[in-house]
């Protein structure tokens, strides 16, 4: 395997990353990350007959996110696959001093640092074109992830989405009355900033320093989100709309969801055992546009990033992925 570029990654071994230049925009010089898991001659011997043998997993975080999850990485790869985590343009291992988080004013602008990604995962495969990929996507990821597929359905194999942010909070309904607004102030000003939405609840919910049990870098998994701007919200309000409009995807698409959201602007306890950033209902409903073969897991107790929620939610997140998995053509 040619190991040209990857270097240690900040979690530690084995992991390890691999910049990608993806050239310049408006901001100045602009990379995307890869993650991946060093895996031993054992851990492929062991692992050589799971349901997702000759799979590619290419994991997608959502809004004011990076990839952190260590036991999501290894437990995809007990199932037989190989893992790889993309950190976006502007977004945790990818950012830049001089850029603006999370910015851009098109989902499909993603469709770059993809392409780089499945490339530099391809040329340690030497070109097998055997192999299948499976796209896993959470939150605004996963509806980057979805549109994508949908541009380039002769790429991906199945797609497994974590509370996917395929639909405003408030329905189409309410996405419909916003978003002229919304986009009239990216015409004007892009970059100008929007009242913060996040009371922190999420962060409460994941971090150990709260209610959760999980530690991660601050500065790019902020408590209260990185500011909103018009030109990145019209962007995910646009690509809501597709969404709606049906992707027509024809191949197996898993979705796990919270059974339940909490959108409430004081904690409650309860949050601990919810989904505080989106409403899984509308979520649920909109999934049914992606395409037509759609599983929707809705999981009790399970936080807006499921893989992050207490140990018996995530064994059965993992349970329902190796279930799914083992019905994907071959």
């Known amino acids: 395997m040619a190991d040209h570029g990857w270097r240690d990654d900040v979690l530690g071994t084995p992991f390890e990353r691999l910049e990608l230049p993806l050239g310049e925009d408006h ?10 898991r060093r895996r031993s001659p054992a851990d492929l011997l062991l692992h ?51 850029q603006t988080p999370g910015n851009v004013d098109d989902l499909a602008t993603y469709d770059e640092d993809i392409a780089a990604a499945l490339a530099a995962i391809a040329a340690e495969h ?13 939150s605004t990821g996963g509806l980057t992830l979805s549109l994508w597929a949908a ?48 009371p922190g609840f999420s962060t409460r919910t994941v971090s150990a320093a709260g209610e959760g049990s999980w530690t991660y870098d601050q500065q790019w998994r902020p408590d209260r989100g990185f500011p909103l701007h018009p030109n990145w919200l019209s962007a995910v309000f646009d690509g809501q709309a597709t969404v709606e409009a049906g992707l027509g995807l024809d191949l197996p698409v898993l979705v796990l969801l919270s059974d339940k959201s909490m959108l409430q602007p004081r ?22 546009s992606i395409g037509s073969e759609v599983t ?12 992050l929620s207490t140990p018996e939610v995530r064994e059965r997140a993992y349970d329902s992925i190796g279930r799914w998995a083992a019905t994907l053509p071959r």
């Open 126 to 138: 030497h070109g097998d074109s055997g192999r299948r990929l499976v796209p896993m996507g959470h």
């Open 27 to 36: 901001e100045g010089p602009v990379v995307a990350t890869l993650v991946r």
């Open 151 to 198: 541009r380039h359905p002769e790429r991906v194999d199945g797609l497994i989405l974590n509370s996917p942010w395929l639909e405003f909070q408030a329905s189409a309904v309410g996405r419909a009355l916003v978003a002229p607004v919304i986009k009239l102030g990216a015409r004007r000003n892009p970059l100008a900033p929007m009242p913060a939405v996040d």
């Open 267 to 288: 904690w409650d306890d309860g949050m601990a055992r919810a989904d505080v950033a989106l409403n899984v209902d509308v979520v649920a409903h909109r999934a049914l």
């Open 48 to 98: 050589a007959y799971g349901p997702l043998h000759g799979v590619d997993v290419l994991y997608v975080h959502g809004w004011s996110d990076y990839f952190f999850q260590v036991e999501l990485a290894e437990r995809i790869e007990r199932l037989g696959a190989r893992f790889h985590a993309l950190d976006l343009r502007k977004y945790g291992r990818s950012l830049r001093p001089h």
């Open 296 to 307: 929707v897991r809705r999981l009790h107790g399970a936080l807006h990033d499921v893989v």
